[in-house]
């Protein structure tokens, strides 16, 4: 279609420079073709290409003709995800299209910038507008989703405790800590942001960390066992005052969290909450958190460290979502501009609840579950008799003067094999067999031979190996572990036990990532 220069049209018909579909329709052809001369066709077909790119964009936006992968890849969510939320808060709200843009280009906008992390001079170019076009638009937009859309998916409204406990608690995590029908289970941890040094002094003051060296505001996560998010709440300061124990203390005295737990309820925490943990006992929940080294200890007993990997057995589900929270919306990833540090929690709680709503549960129910829950249950009772033989035999001394010799199958050749299966079951999981990887790949020297060290015990041992792997943190440690199998069983029987002389190695709930290097390489 050719329209002639110097015709005329009222601003309602367009956006962003477009006639807008409603328009288009109305136009009635008069003339069918047109005489130009060579130097205006070519004018054009240079205009045409220029602008047809960012016109695409966003008369696909308008339009639904962006694919699926597309909306992926600048949003964060599917096509029908965005339709759905532009079509139940966007589209039903007081915020009018106008002249330089369309709603759903504005929740484009938006989603854009929390996506991808881009400065709004970028979005305006993409959008052919002005800056000021996109800043009244993600204003606009994330003050309707903050009214509307965050109360129905994230808080302690949005969920119910029924919904919590039914929908919400796994198999897995009611199993290890004995969770009843209607009990509810909550992790929580503290995250934080990295935002930019503000120019006032108090704030500086309350923003700055002494542990980081930069200015963050710190937020408390809690989550449903599922991955569910129930609040994040904050910003709160960096620094002394506001550790995590301070911060849940203050949710459970100035918000409705209290409310939301009931008398018997499980809170998941790591060593950061200490200080609130017999307050919270006190009030009658029940808080499960890692042991504490004691001081001029330098082991846990083999009863601690157990306990303490039932608390890490579940506390990733807290962790991966601080990760997806900032993989998917990666605003929240980088450093913040100050000029954003006033809209901080709004952004973020808007990307908790879009992830709430629209992205799969972490953790799903599994058979396999089952066999771990069991297994923590068979275990975690249990003394480290090998660590009573190693200390009693007085084996750390007599392996000073031994002949140790480089890892490899052909050493210690009727050591039991495991299938990758056997060996997650016996783990507990994937953790410590990724790092047992890292540590493989640490002790790999330039000729591709493996400078992990073993010793085989003599016969009146019994089938007992010993291996060195250096420290990953020290480089003048060096950790010594045991293991001791069985020749004339298979599968995880043939391991009769294990033990580490590393922090948590006592422990006979799973083992540590020093004995599943060793495991994996032999």
């Given at each position: 279609?050719?329209?002639?220069?110097?015709?005329?049209?009222?601003s309602?018909?367009?956006?962003?420079?477009?006639?807008?579909?409603d328009?288009?329709?109305?136009?009635?052809?008069?003339?069918?073709?047109?005489?130009?001369?060579?130097?205006?066709?070519?004018?054009?077909?240079?205009?045409?290409?220029?602008?047809?790119?960012?016109?695409?964009?966003?008369?696909?936006?308008?339009?639904?003709?962006?694919?699926?992968?597309?909306?992926?890849?600048?949003?964060?969510?599917?096509?029908?995800?965005?339709?759905?939320?532009?079509?139940?808060?966007?589209?039903?709200?007081?915020?009018?299209?106008?002249?330089?843009?369309?709603?759903?280009?504005?929740?484009?906008?938006?989603?854009?910038?929390?996506?991808?992390?881009?400065?709004?001079?970028?979005?305006?170019?993409?959008?052919?507008?002005?800056?000021?076009?996109?800043?009244?638009a993600?204003?606009?937009?994330?003050?309707i989703?903050?009214?509307?859309?965050?109360?129905?998916?994230?808080g302690?409204?949005?969920?119910?405790?029924?919904?919590?406990?039914?929908?919400h608690?796994?198999k897995?995590?009611?199993?290890?800590?004995?969770?009843?029908?209607?009990?509810l289970?909550?992790?929580?941890d503290?995250?934080?942001?990295?935002?930019?040094?503000?120019?006032?002094?108090?704030?500086?003051?309350?923003?700055?960390?002494?542990?980081?060296?930069?200015?963050?505001?710190?937020?408390?996560?809690?989550?449903?066992?599922?991955?569910?998010?129930v609040?994040?709440?904050?910003?709160?300061?960096?620094?002394?005052?506001?550790?995590?124990?301070?911060?849940?203390?203050?949710?459970?005295?100035?918000?409705?969290?209290?409310?939301?737990?009931?008398?018997?309820d499980?809170m998941?925490?790591?060593?950061?909450?200490?200080?609130?943990?017999?307050?919270?006992?006190e009030?009658?929940?029940?808080?499960?958190?890692?042991?504490?080294?004691?001081?001029?200890?330098?082991?846990?007993?083999?009863?601690?460290?157990?306990?303490?990997?039932?608390?890490?057995?579940?506390?990733?589900?807290?962790?991966?979502?601080?990760?997806?929270?900032?993989?998917?919306?990666?605003?929240f990833?980088?450093v913040?501009?100050?000029?954003?540090?006033?809209?901080?929690?709004?952004?973020?709680?808007?990307?908790?609840a879009?992830?709430?709503?629209?992205?799969?549960?972490?953790?799903n129910?599994?058979?396999?579950?089952e066999k771990?829950?069991?297994?923590?249950?068979?275990?975690?009772?249990?003394?480290?008799?090998?660590?009573?033989?190693?200390v009693?035999?007085?084996?750390?001394?007599?392996?000073?003067?031994?002949?140790?010799?480089?890892?490899?199958?052909?050493?210690?050749?009727?050591?039991?094999?495991?299938?990758?299966?056997?060996?997650?079951?016996?783990?507990?999981?994937?953790?410590?067999?990724?790092?047992?990887?890292?540590?493989?790949?640490?002790?790999?020297?330039?000729?591709?031979?493996f400078?992990?060290?073993?010793?085989?015990?003599?016969?009146?041992?019994g089938?007992?190996?010993?291996?060195?792997l250096?420290?990953?943190?020290?480089s003048?440690?060096?950790?010594?572990?045991?293991?001791?199998?069985?020749?004339?069983?298979?599968?995880?029987?043939?391991i009769?036990?294990?033990?580490?002389?590393?922090?948590?190695?006592?422990?006979?709930?799973?083992?540590?990532?020093?004995?599943?290097?060793?495991?994996?390489?032999?």
């Amino acid at each position: 279609m050719f329209i002639p220069v110097n015709n005329r049209t009222c601003s309602s018909h367009l956006n962003n420079g477009i006639f807008n579909h409603d328009a288009l329709e109305r136009i009635d052809a008069t003339k069918y073709g047109v005489s130009m001369s060579g130097e205006e066709l070519g004018k054009r077909i240079i205009d045409i290409n220029t602008k047809s790119s960012s016109q695409n964009l966003m008369s696909d936006i308008i339009r639904n003709q962006m694919s699926n992968t597309n909306y992926e890849m600048l949003f964060g969510i599917t096509k029908v995800q965005f339709l759905d939320l532009y079509s139940t808060y966007i589209e039903p709200s007081t915020m009018r299209n106008s002249a330089v843009r369309h709603k759903k280009e504005a929740l484009a906008m938006f989603l854009l910038f929390m996506r991808k992390n881009l400065d709004q001079d970028m979005i305006s170019f993409i959008f052919k507008c002005s800056q000021s076009v996109v800043s009244d638009a993600i204003e606009a937009v994330s003050t309707i989703l903050e009214k509307e859309f965050v109360p129905k998916n994230l808080g302690y409204g949005a969920t119910t405790r029924v919904q919590a406990v039914n929908e919400h608690g796994r198999k897995i995590i009611n199993g290890i800590f004995d969770i009843q029908e209607n009990e509810l289970a909550l992790i929580a941890d503290g995250t934080y942001i990295y935002i930019e040094q503000p120019q006032d002094y108090k704030t500086q003051r309350l923003l700055f960390s002494g542990q980081k060296k930069r200015n963050l505001a710190k937020v408390m996560m809690l989550v449903l066992p599922s991955g569910r998010i129930v609040e994040a709440a904050g910003a709160f300061g960096a620094n002394g005052t506001n550790n995590d124990a301070t911060i849940l203390q203050y949710m459970l005295e100035k918000t409705n969290l209290k409310d939301f737990l009931m008398e018997g309820d499980k809170m998941i925490v790591d060593r950061g909450f200490r200080d609130i943990k017999d307050g919270m006992e006190e009030a009658g929940y029940t808080v499960y958190m890692p042991e504490l080294l004691k001081k001029g200890v330098n082991q846990f007993q083999t009863d601690e460290a157990n306990r303490s990997r039932k608390v890490t057995k579940v506390r990733w589900i807290v962790e991966s979502v601080n990760g997806r929270v900032k993989n998917v919306f990666r605003f929240f990833m980088g450093v913040v501009e100050g000029r954003h540090t006033p809209n901080l929690m709004k952004y973020l709680r808007i990307a908790c609840a879009l992830l709430n709503k629209y992205y799969p549960p972490l953790l799903n129910d599994l058979p396999a579950h089952e066999k771990i829950v069991e297994r923590i249950r068979a275990l975690e009772h249990k003394e480290n008799e090998l660590q009573k033989w190693v200390v009693s035999k007085n084996i750390e001394g007599r392996l000073l003067v031994v002949d140790w010799k480089k890892a490899d199958a052909s050493v210690i050749a009727d050591f039991p094999k495991l299938s990758w299966d056997e060996l997650e079951e016996f783990f507990l999981g994937v953790y410590q067999l990724k790092q047992g990887r890292r540590y493989i790949r640490q002790h790999l020297n330039q000729t591709g031979d493996f400078e992990i060290q073993v010793f085989r015990h003599p016969e009146e041992d019994g089938s007992v190996i010993s291996a060195k792997l250096q420290s990953r943190f020290r480089s003048n440690v060096k950790h010594l572990l045991f293991v001791q199998y069985n020749t004339n069983q298979s599968g995880l029987d043939a391991i009769k036990g294990v033990y580490c002389r590393c922090q948590v190695g006592a422990r006979t709930v799973g083992s540590c990532s020093h004995v599943s290097a060793v495991r994996i390489l032999v």
